[in-house]
């Protein structure tokens, strides 16, 4: 509940403010303060007032983060909204996004103008600021390879900066702004996409097959972007959670990268084990297929419970009450089962935030 609403220069100043329902996992969260930024303007002028040791904490669309039940910072909320064509060539179209968009809005408004490149990636919840910090990615494509730049404040320094994608530092489910939690404020996302209608990626697992059936249906033997697009969102709404009807965080757990050898031996034991080679001779190995195996599809620990559809996405079947030490038990459970069925220990992907604001990374801060 909020208590109080003061305003700095224009922007909304919340204090005590419950974020049960701005993080999709619904955990039980009151923060001391929220701040709600509409245009840069506003946080150079919060920053400007605020004192240096006040902890802050960067929250976007939710969808990535466990919050504690009491967070004792300064949550900044990113809102500023638009989109601008930048520059545009017969090949390709350069926009600039600003961070409070819709993700999923945006990529179905880009493929509305005619602007490929971001189908493979529709669906993700959250907001196009927080993309770059888990550098999001999904059947087969990830927003480092549609990504130019981004805008960023960093909040240490109190400055603007523009980085370039070599600067974010990408990996996978990996940035610079990940790595360094508190750091960046993303205002702005420069992204260059196509104006090829017949230039698809549609390998990955049933995306070819359900995408013809779209180009089909308008007698089409060749496959666009918008069918691509149309079947990533039947394959996601089939397999994962509507976080708004059952909350989660999309996947829980990275799917882990292990040596080949490891691979193989493993192989020898479960000859259905689902891995993709990579670089380096290491292999990643479908953490939700390991999961399964371990038996917890559909178990965990009440009320954080894996997904009957896909069990690397754990759900809250006790929305705006569980807390993080719930998130923390299943957790515990489900990475000590599979550990001791393949010795792989598995690595949380959402972001932990402690009671100060403070992100944790393979532990837990409670
Ligand atoms: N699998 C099982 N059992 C399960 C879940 C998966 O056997 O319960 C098997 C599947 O049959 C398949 C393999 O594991 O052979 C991979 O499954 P899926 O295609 O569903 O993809 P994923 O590796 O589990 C990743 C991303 C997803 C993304 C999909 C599609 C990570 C951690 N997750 O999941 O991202 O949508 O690929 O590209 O890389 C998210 O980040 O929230 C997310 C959903």
């Not at 990996?174 to 549609?202: C, E, Y």
């Not at 666009?224 to 697009?229: G, K, L, N, Q, Y």
Request: some cysteine.
């Amino acid at each position: 509940m909020t208590t109080a609403l003061s305003s700095t220069c224009g922007t909304q100043y919340q204090h005590s403010h419950n974020l049960s329902a701005a993080n999709t996992m619904a955990l039980a969260c009151t923060a001391d303060s929220v701040v709600t930024l509409t245009n840069e303007a506003q946080l150079e002028a919060f920053m400007a007032t605020t004192q240096e040791s006040q902890p802050l904490f960067v929250l976007s669309g939710g969808s990535n983060v466990l919050l504690p039940d009491q967070l004792h910072a300064t949550v900044l909320r990113p809102k500023m909204l638009g989109i601008t064509v930048t520059a545009q060539t017969p090949d390709y179209v350069d926009i600039e996004v600003m961070a409070g968009e819709d993700w999923h809005d945006l990529v179905v408004y880009t493929i509305d103008q005619g602007w490929y490149g971001l189908e493979n990636l529709a669906l993700i919840p959250g907001l196009t600021g927080a993309a770059p910090v888990q550098n999001i990615g999904a059947y087969g494509v990830q927003l480092e390879d549609r990504l130019q730049y981004v805008r960023a404040y960093h909040l240490p320094s109190q400055t603007w900066h523009h980085l370039d994608a070599a600067d974010c530092q990408f990996g996978y489910r990996d940035s610079i702004f990940k790595r360094t939690p508190n750091t960046w404020l993303i205002s702005r996302v420069g992204l260059r996409l196509h104006t090829d209608a017949t230039h698809v990626l549609a390998s990955y697992g049933d995306v070819q097959t359900v995408a013809h059936t779209y180009a089909k249906q308008q007698e089409r033997t060749q496959i666009t972007p918008a069918d691509v697009m149309q079947a990533i969102i039947d394959i996601r709404q089939q397999k994962l959670p509507d976080p708004k009807r059952l909350p989660n965080c999309g996947s829980f757990f990275q799917n882990p990268i292990i040596s080949q050898n490891q691979f193989i031996l493993l192989q020898a034991s479960y000859p259905n084990i689902v891995g993709y080679p990579m670089p380096e001779s290491t292999v990643k190995v479908a953490a939700g297929w390991l999961i399964e195996q371990a038996g917890l599809k559909g178990g965990g620990v009440e009320p954080i419970i894996t997904h009957q559809k896909q069990a690397l996405v754990l759900t809250n079947h006790r929305p705006y009450l569980a807390t993080q030490a719930d998130v923390a038990a299943a957790q515990d459970y489900i990475i000590s089962c599979v550990y001791e069925k393949f010795a792989i220990t598995l690595v949380r992907e959402p972001v932990w935030v402690n009671a100060s604001g403070k992100i944790g990374h393979g532990e837990y801060e409670v």
